[in-house]
C-alpha cells in the first residue's frame, strides 16, 4: 500500500479538464496536491492513509476561480441599487468609500467576502481595489488564493495620492507577497477613462520588469467607447493595442462593447476575457459576445464583480446567468453547455491568472484546490446529469466542503478558518457607521 | 386585549401593497386571516394569542405566486438540457411523457415540486399539465394554494385522446374542487400551435360559462409565431382576439415575440401577462418586453415555468433573472426596481390569476398567506436596503418559514405537512425507472 495525507471518496468527480464525468472515484492527497484520481475500488487497494472520507451523495469539482472582484467594498453590498452608474457612483459608492476606505474596513471587508466565498465553493479569487495588505491578510488567514491587483487610478484615493505612491506600495506589495505560496499580483489600472496612456505605459513597464499580468476593466460599458472616441479617435482596445498591451498577459474584464475592429485586435492580441454577465445585466453595461471570443480562440474566464454593485460573490449563480445570457444572446439554446460553463468558472480562471499549473482542475500534480457540492437535496433531485444539475439547478448553500492545496476550509457547512459570528458582528458595527455617514 | 390566533413580529414586514417596508411590525391573524398590521409595541399592549413568536432578524413577505408551472413533470428535471426545443421535445420530453405519465407519476412529481415551492417560499401556483387531480391531492396534501389548468391540446396523451375527453375529465375536475378553499382551476389550452381554433372557441365558452380564467402559452419562440403567419397570415395574437379571447381574463404567459400590432391589441384588450425570464433565456426564446407592458397598463407576473426545462422552481432566482434582463434590454439600469420586482412575484401574479383579494399582499383582510426569510447571513450582511437585498442577494435557502391561510407549511427550514426523506426515497426510485427507459 501507498501512503498519502488524504483520501477522498465521492459518488462523481468532476476534473473539469475536459467535460468527462467520473463516478465513485477517489481523489488521492499528499502535501496539498494531487497525487492521484482513480475509481475508489482501486484506491482503496492501492493507498492508505489517515484521513480517508466518503461523499457518497455529492460531486466534487475544482473550487470555484472568481476572476474579477472588488472584495474590499465588500461592506458596501446593496448600499444603492437600481441607479444609473454615475449616480450610483458620484452620490453613493464614492462618498461611502471618501468617508470610510481604510486598512481597517478593507481588512473587515475582505474577511467577510472571503467567508461568503467559501461558502459559495470560490477557493481563487482576482482582485482590483486598494490596501493591498488589508486584502492579502485576510485572504492569508482564510486560506484563500488569490491574485491581488496592484490598483492605479489617476486621482487620490484613501490609498495613495499620486502615481507614484500607487506604483510605490505596489512595489513594497509585490516584495512582500512574491514568495507567497497562495498569493500574488497584477497590475491593476482602473480602465482607459482613470488612468492615463502614459500612467499605462509606465505600468506596462512595471508588469514586464516584474512578470506581472494587467488586470483591467476594458470597454465595460457605452460610455467608455463614446468618450474614447470623443477624446482620441480610438476607440480602448485600439488605444490599448497601440501602446502593445493587447497580450495573452492582459486580464480584460466585462468587453461587452465589441466591434469589428476590436474582434480582429483580440484575435491577434488574444487576451484573457473575463466574463461578468449579472454586473453587466444588472448595471444595463450590455452583454459581452461570449461565444465569439470563444470561437476566436480567446479564453473567456467568470467573475462576479463587487458585492457593492452585484450584489454577491456567487459563482454558481454567475455560472447560471452566464450561461442563460450566452443562450439568448445567440438565439442558440445549445451555446455555453453546462460543462464548458464549468470549465469558464474553473479551469478558464486559472489559465486567465496564469495558475493553470497550479489550480483550476482535478489533475495530478495541481494543488488540491477542490469542493464537494451535496446533490440529495429536493432542489437537485432527481438527477439526471451532475454537471447540468450543478449548473442549472443547485444553489450555492449545497457546497458542503472546500479545501485548498489540500487543507479543509469549510466541512459540512463549517468554517475551520473564519470566525463567523465574530464577522456578522463586526460587519454590523461597520454598516452602522456607514449608514449614519449616508445619511 | 383583543383575542387572536397567532401573533407574529418581525424586524420587517413588507407588505407588497406599495413599495413601504414596515419596521417592526407584527401580524395579527384569526381563523387564517390577517386581521391587523400593526407596530410591535402597538401590538403587544392590544393582543393576546396562545401562539405569539418573533423573527427578530428576518422579514415576512407575501408568499410568491409562482405564475407559471408544470410541477406535475418535476420528475423529469435535468433529464435533457442545452437542446434546441424540437429536439429536446421530440427525443427526450415527449418520449419520457409517452412511456411514463401517469396519475401516479404526476401526483409523486407534484409533491415533490410541493416540497421544492416550499422550501422556495411559494405559496400559490399556476399548473399547466395532466392527471388535475393528482396534482390537487398533492397540492391539497401540502397545504399549497393555486390554480390547475384543465389542459387541453390536440393530440392524445395518457390523460386523454379526444378535445371531448379533455373537457370532459375537466369538467369532473371543475365540479370535484369548485368549492374547494385553497385549490381553484382554469382553461388552458396549451398554445395556438397545438390547439385548433375551433377547439379555442369551444374552450372560451367552456370559460365563460364556468367563469374561469384562461391560462395559454403565447408567442413564446419566434416559430410559432412564423408558423401562425405562414398558416393564417395572422399572429398568435391576433388571431386570439379574432376570437375574442384577448381580455385580463387571458393569461398569456411568455409573450417573447412582441411587435407594434401585438402591443396595440394588447393596450386594447389587457390580458394578464406572465414572465418567464430564465425559461425565456435558457432555451433562447427571446426577451419579454416587460416594460413596455407595463407602461400600457398591464399587469405582469412571474413564473418559472416547469423544472424539465427551467431547471427549477425557485422564485427568488427568478425574480434576480427579471430584473437584470429588464436592465439590459432597456438599457436602463433604474428599470424594475427590486421592489417593482417583489411586487411582481407576488400581488401581480394573485392579480393575474384573480385571486388578489386573497392573496398576494399582507392585508387585512386577506389570507395569512406569507413566509419569512432569514437576512442574518453571511450572504446578506451587512444589509441597508431588505427588498434590495432580498432581489439581489438572498438565495431561496434563507427562507425559513412558511405559512398559508395562517397554516404553517415550513418551520425554521423542516417541512411540516410533507415527508422529505420519502420524498427523495420515491423520487430516486422514479429516477431509476426513467433513466432505464432513455437509455
Chains 1, 2 share one sequence.
Not at 260 to 269: K, N
Not at 303 to 313: I, K, M, Q, Y
Request: charge should be negative; glycine fraction near 6%.
Amino acid at each position: 500500500m501507498k501512503q498519502a495525507d488524504q483520501i477522498i471518496h465521492a459518488r462523481w468527480v468532476i476534473p473539469c479538464e475536459d467535460l468527462s464525468i467520473l463516478e465513485n472515484h477517489a481523489l488521492i492527497i499528499e502535501k496539498g496536491k494531487i497525487i492521484d484520481l482513480l475509481p475508489s475500488p482501486e484506491a482503496e487497494k492501492t493507498y492508505s492513509a489517515p484521513l480517508i472520507e466518503h461523499f457518497s451523495t455529492h460531486a466534487l469539482t475544482p473550487g470555484f476561480v472568481n476572476t474579477h472582484t472588488h472584495i474590499g467594498m465588500n461592506l458596501f453590498r446593496g448600499l444603492a441599487d437600481d441607479l444609473a452608474l454615475m449616480d450610483w457612483l458620484n452620490h453613493h459608492i464614492w462618498p461611502a468609500e471618501r468617508a470610510w476606505v481604510s486598512h481597517e474596513l478593507v481588512y473587515d471587508a475582505s474577511l467577510l467576502a472571503a467567508a461568503e466565498m467559501i461558502r459559495g465553493g470560490t477557493t481563487c479569487f482576482n482582485e482590483m481595489f486598494f490596501f493591498l495588505q488589508a486584502t492579502a491578510q485576510a485572504a492569508d488567514q482564510a486560506g484563500l488564493r488569490g491574485k491581488i491587483g496592484i490598483t492605479v487610478i489617476d486621482f487620490p484615493t484613501a490609498w495613495a495620492k499620486s502615481m507614484d505612491e500607487y506604483l510605490d506600495k505596489g512595489l513594497g506589495f509585490y516584495e512582500e507577497y512574491k514568495n507567497h505560496e497562495r498569493l500574488g499580483c497584477t497590475m491593476a489600472p482602473h480602465a482607459i477613462y482613470t488612468v492615463a496612456e502614459n500612467t499605462l505605459t509606465k505600468i506596462q513597464r512595471f508588469a514586464e520588469k516584474y512578470r506581472l499580468r494587467i488586470n483591467m476593466h476594458v470597454q465595460e460599458t457605452a460610455d467608455e467607447v463614446r468618450q474614447s472616441l470623443a477624446q482620441t479617435q480610438k476607440r480602448p482596445l485600439r488605444r490599448l493595442q497601440d501602446i502593445g498591451m493587447v497580450t495573452p498577459d492582459l486580464i480584460a474584464v466585462h468587453m461587452t462593447q465589441i466591434d469589428e475592429e476590436d474582434l480582429e485586435i483580440v484575435r491577434q492580441g488574444k487576451p484573457q476575457v473575463v466574463h461578468c454577465p449579472e454586473s453587466n445585466m444588472k448595471l444595463a453595461s450590455g452583454s459581452s459576445p461570449v461565444q465569439t471570443f470563444r470561437s476566436l480562440g480567446l479564453n473567456v474566464a467568470l467573475g462576479t464583480d463587487g458585492a457593492a454593485s452585484n450584489n454577491d460573490l456567487d459563482m454558481i449563480g454567475e455560472m447560471r446567468a452566464a450561461a442563460f445570457l450566452a443562450k439568448l444572446s445567440t438565439q442558440n439554446p445549445q451555446t455555453l453547455s453546462a460543462g464548458e460553463t464549468l470549465q469558464m468558472a474553473t479551469l478558464n480562471g486559472a489559465k486567465a491568472l496564469g495558475l493553470e499549473q497550479i489550480t483550476g482542475s482535478l489533475r495530478v500534480g495541481k494543488a488540491a484546490d477542490f469542493i464537494a457540492i451535496q446533490l440529495d437535496e429536493i432542489e437537485t433531485q432527481p438527477l439526471y446529469h451532475p454537471v447540468s444539475q450543478i449548473v442549472y439547478a443547485t444553489s450555492r448553500q449545497q457546497v458542503s466542503d472546500v479545501w485548498v492545496a489540500g487543507k479543509r476550509l469549510m466541512k459540512n457547512r463549517e468554517l475551520l478558518t473564519l470566525d463567523e459570528r465574530e464577522l456578522l458582528r463586526k460587519t454590523k458595527e461597520w454598516q452602522q457607521k456607514i449608514k449614519v455617514n449616508q445619511a
